[in-house]
């Protein structure tokens, strides 16, 4: 498949993601749903065949040699992705299950040491149920309340209200940096500045950002980013907290067990230093390893060579689907990434995707894990279409192609 607007070796590309080439009822699969989790290049597959086939043992645990390269391989891959998004210290980066393991860590555990009684926890109206629902948790252990940044029609956050939202009682501030229900990119760095005047720590849900942007959390100067590995290439069950170490240090352990601690008697545990204090359990280091893969593959890509193909193929996405009849898009502005959310006249989303399906299209349709934003426009879902960089301009005609041949069905 040649696209001709592409900034690389788009076949080449491709070719690296073997899903990619499969088909669905006899068509050729065109995957739009990377949002909700992205395939894997044959670097990432190798990386974790290889770690089980030729040196597979238990990390930090063993004197033997095959412990001592799977210590040193998940070491690495912590290395790795420090330097991948900047962090001073490799102690400041924790290996978690993903982003929603990572926001619960920090919730409970910042919960714990900061939150008390009628303090505040500021959220946006946009998040998804992983950066609504431990908040939420946390403020009912705590009797504390959770607070919401209102969103415009656009989808676009309302920050005029930042000032009065952000109070003496507010403790910590939680953010996405894209929505995944929209593909708005919300200024979190306006927003961390603010937060910042008045000595308040800002976490950033990074699920929907890391992969399709550099990201610095210095320059961002955020106090928490978090992301899954497998929405950037890498494997399920691997994700990263990342963390100030001055805030990783106050905070007490959320898991108590194995690898965690320094000494354990029956009347006091001491726990380890950091990162290891929030590393309960055997990690999932293959997976640690697999997303250190995924990382070294996306810069041997170029991050932005992949913003610049994103960015086209965002362009081409709306211009064709506003050219469409009867198209309704959910988060109209220009500041979005290559996520189209939208509705096709009064057909239910669940439909539409049903059609597209059978076309071997693949696209996510209901509330993405984000009712309340749903709940603010009125509707209970939207068909997403959530564009990467092996995408290309020829898949876009055939979503455009099939929401035609929706609309011949269904109207
Ligand atoms: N936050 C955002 C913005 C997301 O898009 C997602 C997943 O879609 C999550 C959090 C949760 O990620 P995971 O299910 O990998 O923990």
Same mark, same amino acid.
């Given at each position: 498949?040649?696209?001709?607007?592409?900034?690389?070796?788009?076949?080449?590309?491709?070719?690296?993601?073997?899903?990619?080439? @499969?088909?669905?009822?006899?068509?050729?699969?065109?995957?739009?749903?990377?949002?909700?989790?992205?395939?894997?290049?044959?670097?990432?597959?190798?990386?974790?065949?290889?770690?089980?086939? #030729?040196?597979?043992?238990?990390?930090?645990?063993?004197?033997?040699?095959?412990?001592?390269?799977?210590?040193?391989?998940?070491?690495?891959?912590?290395?790795?992705?420090?330097?991948?998004?900047?962090?001073?210290?490799?102690?400041?980066?924790?290996?978690?299950?993903?982003?929603?393991?990572?926001?619960?860590?920090?919730?409970?555990?910042?919960?714990?040491?900061?939150?008390?009684?009628?303090?505040?926890?500021?959220?946006?109206?946009?998040?998804?149920?992983?950066?609504?629902?431990?908040?939420?948790?946390?403020?009912?252990?705590?009797?504390?309340?959770?607070?919401?940044?209102?969103?415009?029609?656009?989808?676009?956050?309302?920050?005029?209200?930042?000032?009065?939202?952000?109070?003496?009682?507010?403790?910590?501030?939680?953010?996405?940096?894209?929505?995944?229900?929209?593909?708005?990119?919300?200024?979190?760095?306006?927003?961390?500045?603010?937060?910042?005047? #008045?000595?308040?720590?800002?976490?950033?849900?990074?699920?929907?950002?890391?992969?399709?942007?550099?990201?610095?959390?210095?320059?961002?100067? @955020?106090?928490?980013?978090?992301?899954?590995?497998?929405?950037?290439?890498?494997?399920?069950?691997?994700?990263?907290?990342?963390?100030?170490?001055?805030?990783?240090?106050?905070?007490?352990? @959320?898991?108590?067990?194995?690898?965690?601690?320094?000494?354990?008697?029956?009347?006091?545990?001491?726990?380890?230093?950091?990162?290891?204090?929030?590393?309960?359990?055997?990690?999932?280091?293959?997976?640690?390893?697999?997303?250190?893969?995924?990382?070294?593959?996306?810069?041997?890509?170029?991050?932005?060579?992949?913003?610049?193909?994103?960015?086209?193929?965002?362009?081409?996405?709306?211009?064709?689907?506003?050219?469409?009849?009867?198209?309704?898009?959910?988060?109209?502005?220009?500041?979005?990434?290559?996520?189209?959310?939208?509705?096709?006249?009064?057909?239910?989303?669940?439909?539409?995707?049903?059609?597209?399906?059978?076309?071997?299209?693949?696209?996510?349709?209901?509330?993405? @894990?984000?009712?309340?934003?749903?709940?603010?426009?009125?509707?209970?879902?939207?068909?997403?279409?959530?564009?990467?960089?092996?995408?290309?301009?020829?898949?876009?005609?055939?979503?455009?192609?099939?929401?035609?041949?929706?609309?011949?069905?269904?109207?």
């Amino acid at each position: 498949m040649i696209n001709k607007s592409a900034v690389f070796d788009i076949d080449k590309i491709r070719s690296d993601f073997p899903v990619l080439s @499969c088909t669905v009822y006899g068509k050729k699969l065109v995957y739009f749903d990377n949002g909700a989790t992205t395939q894997k290049p044959k670097q990432v597959i190798n990386a974790i065949t290889e770690a089980y086939s #030729k040196y597979y043992s238990n990390i930090h645990r063993g004197v033997h040699a095959l412990s001592d390269i799977s210590s040193e391989k998940y070491e690495s891959a912590r290395e790795r992705i420090r330097s991948f998004i900047n962090a001073s210290a490799k102690e400041e980066i924790v290996f978690t299950s993903g982003t929603t393991a990572s926001i619960n860590l920090v919730a409970f555990s910042f919960g714990e040491r900061y939150i008390s009684q009628g303090d505040e926890v500021l959220i946006s109206e946009l998040e998804h149920h992983a950066n609504i629902v431990p908040w939420q948790m946390m403020c009912e252990r705590k009797d504390a309340h959770l607070r919401v940044i209102p969103v415009n029609d656009d989808g676009t956050l309302h920050l005029e209200d930042l000032d009065h939202l952000i109070t003496e009682k507010t403790k910590i501030v939680a953010v996405s940096q894209v929505s995944n229900a929209l593909g708005v990119i919300v200024p979190v760095k306006e927003i961390i500045e603010k937060a910042h005047e #008045k000595n308040i720590p800002v976490l950033v849900d990074g699920a929907q950002g890391i992969q399709h942007g550099h990201v610095d959390v210095r320059k961002l100067d @955020c106090d928490f980013y978090v992301f899954s590995g497998h929405k950037v290439y890498g494997p399920t069950g691997i994700g990263v907290l990342y963390g100030k170490r001055e805030w990783l240090e106050e905070m007490p352990p @959320c898991q108590g067990g194995g690898d965690m601690v320094e000494r354990v008697t029956f009347e006091k545990t001491t726990y380890n230093e950091l990162p290891f204090k929030f590393e309960a359990g055997t990690v999932n280091f293959v997976g640690a390893i697999g997303l250190a893969t995924a990382l070294e593959y996306i810069e041997a890509t170029g991050m932005d060579n992949i913003v610049r193909q994103e960015a086209d193929l965002k362009v081409y996405a709306d211009e064709r689907i506003k050219a469409t009849g009867g198209i309704r898009v959910y988060g109209n502005t220009q500041n979005k990434i290559s996520i189209i959310s939208f509705l096709i006249d009064k057909i239910h989303p669940y439909d539409a995707g049903l059609i597209l399906d059978k076309m071997g299209i693949a696209v996510r349709t209901g509330s993405h @894990c984000a009712q309340p934003i749903m709940a603010r426009f009125g509707i209970d879902g939207t068909i997403r279409a959530s564009l990467c960089f092996y995408n290309t301009r020829e898949e876009i005609d055939i979503l455009i192609a099939g929401i035609e041949k929706v609309k011949s069905m269904m109207l």
